[in-house]
């Protein structure tokens, strides 16, 4: 009976019904099982939303393309937003969390299993759900169709009177169905957290893949039920006739714009701290160092938590706030940008001095502290409201946040995915198929985003299907179309890789990176029940000290 | 102790990081570059936001190089560090198989790179706070000129209270001379969705939004033409509610506002056009002062061939164009409320010889 | 792999951690404050905004009995799970039976309101910006008491059928912490609705 997570082809696998294989899958409650589905369902909607990119690239290539419609431009890039956003990022997060968070605290499984699939499944019907929009949401007057109004969903846009139709709904609905769902297994991450770390694992001595996974559930719960009351209030609006939005009636368009910036502002931490996770297990073990300054690491993650709660209007700043409203968000933006920063003295300081190996992983994460770092700094640029001002809903914006997004989050993403492939399938990936695609995909990510920022400071806002000729954003334009075309080729390059590799790896055995978390103590892919023994740990790096009897950590912590 | 998976460092991978570092530095220079490269052309500038005409652009332009410099030294200090540490703690293949020291933490460095941070914020915050102030709260003059902006899908309504004159997507305003300062002050409103007005050159962008009035000034230092468009998602065509900013010199501004004041030209030959207009459904959406033609959903046509453009910009005022938009709307902005006018083609020229005498 | 256990068998300190199922609902607990502080902040943005039709003050007479009713059922359910705990079976399910009966009577007195409120006075949920926000806020919190029923309806039909007993005080616990949210809201909602709003 195959009660691994994934069965390297025995014998035994080859002999099941295909019919069982998928019963287990569709029916599993097992956190590893739960995890592989949410990395595979992102991934396919990661295709999905990069094509459309591609398609919104090559309308603009050129000044005056009409390679797609307005219309459908204008769904094309309110389905690319909410696609990544929500069904590529949040579930790939969820998913390496979910497999890993038990395997790193000595646990045999999450804390509430059923919920843990029922989260999953919530999530995946989620999107399903908007992509029927392209079939199902035509509504009165034929006007409908995937939605079109940004992945904000800006009111009045929304209302009735300028969404005739289900499009919006569509939106709506998806996002309110995946949102339970998000929440369901941030309850669940917390829990675990809490609740099943093995004997001797005190929070301090958690990985900090823990700590981060904590925090970020913490802000999912403060955060996304915001969306949701503001989606009710919609749906309450539109089929209701209620009035919250509805500014014929004395409501205020602001306040969308308040309620979706308070869960929005937070969401994109709610993205990127899972990917300090992931750096800050990749570094150190790639230094062959302990990560510099652990405590310091989680109260700035934690500050993280709580500051970035305070600065949704940073993404208001055009909106006619007073001074001082502008003043008090554009303190409390740059302040966000010291913890941030810190942890990146703190990766640095666990490279220095150190041996650091330049496998795959490390390079993506090199990649990752450089971009991370322009990310930052760019977002301080737009947190100086003025600047913001000129800057705001201009390409500028969108190069920023794709450099967090592409250069940041999707980078750690393929560092994760290379480190912790082999423990997931019990085999390596290829070395050379890595460096191929790191080095591509870097240059085609730098070819786009550095170039994307020179549009929006010559005056070129975001979200339009076509652009004027003679206003100098032709060559940077064509450019980043171009960048594109070699990020896609280096993509496909991963998931080539990612297939050869499952088939034909190099076994990897326990522990093919010489690492130190609990995780690398069991089989790869690990037992269904994950621990022969709940292990009891005394230090941060329980491995290490297993390695290292004559020097272990818990000797200096 | 390493693990047998740790390959030695070929020299070609070093090359490779090298190559990196290149790549890195050429694209840094490509962006400068791209920066200096935007000339401005009189007739259609390149609205480059560091170009400015105009005090508040000025201001947030000197903010700007302000945090750029402070930005680019943490740049240039990080990514100097990171590049060292690549270079300089990169595993040899001569290096024994001993783990390096295992050092956990520092608590002087985490604090000089903690306090070091909170001051640069500090002080990025006081320069940006009077910016803000500077530009949020002055004071209107008496001698501004007032405009109020009423965005609509997808075309922009310009009235001005205090001069009797209404037009649409080119806006007219007059130099301002830092001796007698006469710079225009804008109340931003909205017809239908968020809209936002934005030349670069001029002032950083504000929002229309509707039930809520939104202000904003500008002084413009210099005569010319400056282009922005809207900048906050409204709908289908969102991408070509263009806006033109004529800036003109006193004298031209007092005479371009006297004849927008006027009504509309009555020339007795075009009276079969005008009868269409009339009497087929313009007038429900357009209007024309003088003949009784009082429709607010869509542009004043008063003085319609006082403007370069039609169709907020999305197309230029010639013949062919007129008569294109109003036969056939999708053919040059599909999506954009202009209904199809149906009309036979003598009644479609006459309407267009009309409307060209609407100068 | 074993060798992992052997050097660190030395849990001399008692190893405690929180029992899942608190923390759970504690977590819950914290979502769901968040969405009903985004509906509190719509009510108290829209106050004295509607462009017409029946303000507050107009129409909204304070529901004392019934608020009296959903607190106290607080307490009983409080008593309930501490008869559980200690065993007392009987006392445990009476007072929970209360509980579900003073829940319910507050939704009836709810439901009483609302009927006045739409058919003599006019106030539906499109009616202005007071009927929106009012009809949402309050609608709202009676979804989460409909459902808080229902859970202690299922639990009292099982400790009917003899199966909740000491072992499980735990589990009802952690219902009672959601029951005990829910009255909490109602504090806020009443003070934000009748008391601030009027």
Known sequence: ?557 | ?359 | MSAITNPMQQTSAAWTIPYRGTVGMACLIIAESAIFTIFVVAYLFYLGKSLSGPTPREVLETPIFFTVCLLSSSLTIHFASRFLEHGKRSAFLGLWLLTIVLGGLFLFGTGLEWHHLIYERGLTISTNLFGTTYYSLVGLHGFHVIVGLLMLTIVFIFAVAGRVGPEQSKRVEVLSMYWHFVDGVWVVVFTVVYVIGR
């Open chain 2, 1 to 359: 102790m390493v693990s047998e998976n740790a390959k030695r460092r070929t020299p070609r991978e070093r090359d490779l990081s090298r190559l990196a570092g290149v790549v890195a530095l050429l694209v840094g220079i490509l962006l400068a570059a791209g920066l200096c490269a935007a000339r401005p052309s009189s007739d259609h500038p390149v609205p480059n936001i560091f170009q400015p005409q105009s005090t508040p652009a000025d201001s947030i332009d000197h903010l700007s190089r302000f945090v750029l410099s402070i930005t680019g030294l943490i740049f240039l200090v990080v990514f100097t560090l990171l590049v060292y540490a690549v270079a300089k703690f990169r595993s040899k293949a001569t290096d024994d198989t001993r783990e390096p020291a295992q050092v956990y933490g520092s608590t002087q460095i985490e604090l000089a790179w903690t306090i070091i941070p909170i001051l640069i914020v500090v002080v990025l915050f006081a320069a940006t706070a009077r910016v803000i102030h500077g530009i949020q709260d002055a004071p209107k003059p008496p001698t501004a000129v007032e405009v109020t902006a009423i965005g609509h899908q997808f075309w922009w309504e310009f009235r001005y209270p205090g001069l009797g004159v209404v037009t649409a997507n080119e806006l007219h305003i007059p130099v301002s001379d830092p001796a007698h300062p006469t710079p225009t002050f804008l109340k931003l409103l909205s017809a239908d969705t968020d809209h936002s007005f934005w030349i670069p050159q001029l002032a950083g962008k504000t929002d229309l939004i509707p039930n809520r009035v939104n202000e904003m000034w500008m002084d413009p230092h210099s005569t010319g033409i400056y282009i922005g468009q809207c900048a906050q998602y409204c709908g289908t065509q969102h991408a070509k509610m263009l806006l033109r900013v004529s800036v003109d010199s006193p004298a031209d501004f007092q005479t371009w506002a006297s004849s927008q004041k006027q009504p509309a030209n009555q020339d007795e030959k075009e009276i079969a056009g005008r009868h269409v207009f009339e009497n087929t459904a313009c007038v429900n959406c357009h209007a024309v002062g003088g003949i009784g033609a009082t429709g607010r959903f869509g542009p004043d046509l008063t003085h319609l061939m006082s403007r370069q453009t039609i169709a907020s910009g999305a197309a230029d005022n010639t013949h062919e164009n007129l008569r294109l938009w109003i036969q056939n709307p999708d053919a040059i902005k599909p999506g954009s409320l202009m209904p199809a006018m149906q009309l036979g083609d003598a009644d479609l020229d006459a309407l267009v010889r009309y409307l060209e005498t609407l100068r």
């Open chain 1, 1 to 557: 009976m195959s009660s691994d997570a994934i069965a390297i082809r025995t014998a035994d696998a080859s002999s099941e019904p295909w019919l069982e294989t998928l019963h287990g899958w569709v029916t599993t409650v097992d956190h590893k099982r739960l995890g592989i589905l949410y990395i595979v369902y992102a991934l396919l909607f990661l295709v999905i939303g990069g094509i459309e990119a591609t398609i919104i690239r090559i309308q603009l290539i050129f000044p005056h393309m009409s390679f797609v419609s307005p219309q459908v431009f204008n769904r094309l890039f309110t389905m690319h937003g909410t696609t990544m956003i929500f069904f590529v990022a949040m579930p790939i997060l969820f998913g390496f969390a979910n497999y890993f968070v038990p395997l790193m605290i000595g646990a045999r499984d999450m804390a509430f299993p059923r919920l843990n699939a029922f989260s999953f499944w919530l999530t995946a019907f989620g999107g399903l759900l908007l992509y029927f929009s392209l079939v199902g949401g035509s509504g009165l007057y034929g006007a409908g169709s995937a939605p079109d109004v940004g992945w904000w969903a800006y009111a009045p846009l929304t209302s009735r009177a300028f969404s005739p139709g289900h499009s919006s709904d569509y939106w709506t609905i998806s996002l309110l169905v995946s949102g339970f769902g998000s929440i369901g297994t941030a309850i669940n991450l917390i829990a675990t957290i809490l609740s099943l770390r093995c004997p001797g694992m005190t929070l301090g001595r958690m990985p900090l893949f823990a700590w981060m996974n904590m925090v970020m559930s913490g802000m999912v719960l403060i955060a996304l039920t915001p969306l949701s009351a503001a989606q009710i209030m919609l749906m309450v609006d539109r089929y209701l006739g209620g009035h919250f939005f509805d500014t014929q009636a004395g409501g205020s368009a602001a306040i969308w714009m308040h309620f979706f910036w308070i869960f929005g502002h937070p969401e994109v931490y709610i993205l990127i701290i899972p990917c300090f996770a992931f750096v800050s297990e990749i570094v150190p073990v790639f230094s062959r160092k302990p990560i510099f300054g652990y405590p310091v690491m989680v109260g700035a993650t934690v500050c993280i938590g709580f500051v970035s709660m305070s600065v949704w209007a940073h993404h208001m700043f055009t909106i006619g706030m007073n001074s001082y409203a502008n003043s008090f968000f554009t303190i409390t933006t740059m302040a966000v940008g010291v913890p941030t920063g810190i942890k990146i003295f703190n990766w640095l300081g666990t490279m220095w001095g150190g041996k650091l190996i330049f496998k795959t992983p490390m390079l993506f994460c090199v990649g990752f502290l450089f971009q991370f770092l322009i990310a930052g700094l760019t977002g301080i640029m737009l947190g100086a409201a003025p600047f913001d001002w000129q800057l705001g809903n201009s390409y500028f914006v969108v190069a920023h946040f794709h450099y967090v997004i592409v250069g940041g989050i999707l980078f750690a993403l393929f560092g994760a995915f290379y480190y912790w492939f082999p423990k997931i399938t019990g085999r390596m990936m290829s070395e050379s198929l890595g460096k191929l695609h790191f080095w591509l995909f870097l240059i085609g990510f730098h070819l786009t985003f550095d170039s994307m920022h020179i549009p929006g400071i010559l005056g070129m806002p975001r979200r339009i299907y076509t652009y004027e000729p003679g206003r100098g954003w032709e060559l940077w334009n064509l450019l980043c179309t171009i960048g594109t075309f070699v990020q896609g080729i280096a993509i496909l390059i991963f998931v080539a890789n990612l297939v050869i590799s499952y088939f034909k790896g190099a076994k990897a055995g326990n522990d093919p990176w010489d690492a130190w978390t609990l995780e690398w103590s069991v089989s790869s892919p690990p037992p269904s029940y994950n621990f022969a023994v709940i292990p009891a740990v005394a230090s941060r790096r329980p491995l290490w000290d297993c390695k290292h009897p004559e020097d272990t950590d818990s000797r200096y912590e």
